[in-house]
T-cell receptor, first 114, second 117 residues
Framework: DVKVTQSSRYLVKRTGEKVFLECVQD?????MFWYRQDPGLGLRLIYF???????EKGDIPEGYSVSREKKERFSLILESASTNQTSMYLC?????????????FGPGTRLLVL | AQTVTQSQPEMSVQEAETVTLSCTYD???????LFWYKQPPSRQMILVIRQEAYKQQNATENRFSVNFQKAAKSFSLKISDSQLGDAAMYFC??????????????FGTGTLLAVQP
């Protein structure tokens, strides 16, 4: 079974703090994604990565950056957390190139910025 | 740009009854996938069912089936014999299957399904 894990289920941070959200997958997937989930808005793509050291902006990248130093790990970074970044963050991964393959999601990290 | 619309923020069904969740999408692409994902209260998002646009036959997975109307750009999910464990947020999602496209998913806003005992 594919396993996507996220470092924390719940986080509470203060405005201005630097926040790291970690995601690890154990299936050697090339593609990894960070989504943000908000009520009434569904999931929106923040950043994604095709492979190690490669990253692409999604639909809402402002205020975020990412790091992919190893294939299995994809980190989302909030350089200076703000209250409007309070949200649920979901990581996902998928095998590149296989027709019909689906994304596998982590359990999510609920971030509260005070 | 592709969009996905779920017009029912909340739905309710009696246990053992059938419920249909609606989803419409907009795209100019000819090759794509459509998905229904389920997110129970524990928050782990899991795939319910998948449909490839070039396949005319509607996908089915046990009690879950879809009604895929490509011309109308409609992709509804039918849950038969509803169970208490079906209570969750359901998301409809789109992904391009064109060569060179990213694997990113475009999600609808979700439908919260309650199952009444």
């Amino acid at each position: 079974d594919v396993k996507v894990t996220q470092s924390s289920r719940y986080l509470v941070k203060r405005t201005g703090e630097k926040v790291f959200l970690e995601c690890v997958q154990d299936m050697d997937h090339e593609n990894m994604f960070w989504y943000r989930q908000d009520p009434g808005l569904g999931l929106r793509l923040i950043y994604f990565s095709y492979d190690v050291k490669m990253k692409e902006k999604g639909d809402i990248p402002e205020g975020y950056s990412v790091s992919r130093e190893k294939k299995e790990r994809f980190s989302l970074i909030l350089e200076s957390a703000s209250t409007n970044q309070t949200s649920m963050y979901l990581c996902a991964s998928i095998q590149q190139g296989r027709r019909g393959e689906t994304q596998y999601f982590g359990p999510g990290t609920r971030l509260l910025v005070l | 740009a592709q969009t996905v619309t779920q017009s029912q923020p909340e739905m309710s069904v009696q246990e053992a009854e059938t419920v249909t969740l609606s989803c419409t999408y907009d795209t100019s692409e000819s090759d794509y996938y459509l998905f229904w994902y389920k997110q129970p209260p524990s928050r782990q998002m899991i795939l319910v069912i998948r449909q490839e646009a070039y396949k005319q036959q509607n996908a089915t997975e046990n009690r879950f089936s879809v009604n895929f109307q490509k011309a109308a750009k409609s992709f509804s999910l039918k849950i038969s014999d509803s169970q208490l464990g079906d209570a969750a947020m359901y998301f409809c999602a789109y992904r391009s299957a064109l060569r060179g496209a990213t694997n990113k998913l475009i999600f609808g806003t979700g439908t919260l399904l309650a199952v009444q005992p």
